[in-house]
């Protein structure tokens, strides 16, 4: 009885700091939301400006995760299977991007994709500007968000059992196809979740893309122009519109996500 009234008080004291901490979390979004009328958020969302940033800001970051992603997939299973020498540094400098200064992330990758860099001069010769363009802030934008999906990977593929695909190499499958028919579909929970976190954490980033390429104008970078210029009364409409935006589509890709996974354990 006392140990039940103990734990039953522990219990209330975890969820009042639960309450505590969602409260912190909601409290500034609610009040963002509840000072924005409906009159100011229309009018923003009919200003071209506004509708060009947002689009140039999901397409880049989507066009960008999937791009990745196709490096970033492999490297987790290596990861998650192989052991090598320096595997562990290997692993340090993936998490660097989510520890280092943002702000320093876009003066390094602006030293790496100048026009006087090897990788600005090679993209000069074949018409591809970075610093200032849509490249530039695809390339900005992947290197504070590809750990992500590098560990979330790499947690999924972890979790597939080993003895499934020895058996399916002992029965004669070649490691391509143990890949994608065994590795690939039972880690995808676990890499669509990383896709999205990516691709989240690729449409809010600022400051690496505000030094690489502060025009064209994402829309973290157009809040915070707007902020600067006219003030809390004009950015606030901008940041609503995004958010409301940003969580209808994930939204939305959750639902996929968990549609595609339901299907797939049906079968």
Known sequence: MVNELKFSLLHSIFLL???????????????????????????????????????????ISMATTLFFAI????????LARKSFPLKKLITGIIDLPVVIPHSAAGIAILGFVSRNSILGKMGSLIGLDFVGAPAGIAVAMAFVSIPYLINAA?????????????AALTLGASPVRVFFTISLPLAWRNIV???????????SEFGAVAIVAYHPMVTPVLIYERFGAFGLKYARPVS????????????????LAKEKNSESSKR
């Open 154 to 166: 790499r947690d999924g593929f972890l979790g597939v059992p080993e003895r499934l695909e020895k």
């Open 71 to 78: 490096a970033a997939v492999p490297l987790s299973y290596l």
């Open 193 to 203: 979740s990383g896709l999205i976190l990516m691709f989240a954490r690729g449409m």
């Open 17 to 59: 700091l639960g309450a505590l901490v969602l409260l912190f979390i909601l409290s500034p979004l609610l009040g963002m939301f509840l000072a924005t009328s409906p009159v100011s958020l229309f009018d923003t969302a009919k200003e071209p400006e506004v509708r060009q940033s947002i689009w140039l800001t999901i397409w």
């Open 240 to 255: 609503v519109l995004f958010i409301l935006i940003t969580l209808t589509l994930f939204i939305l890709l959750r639902y």
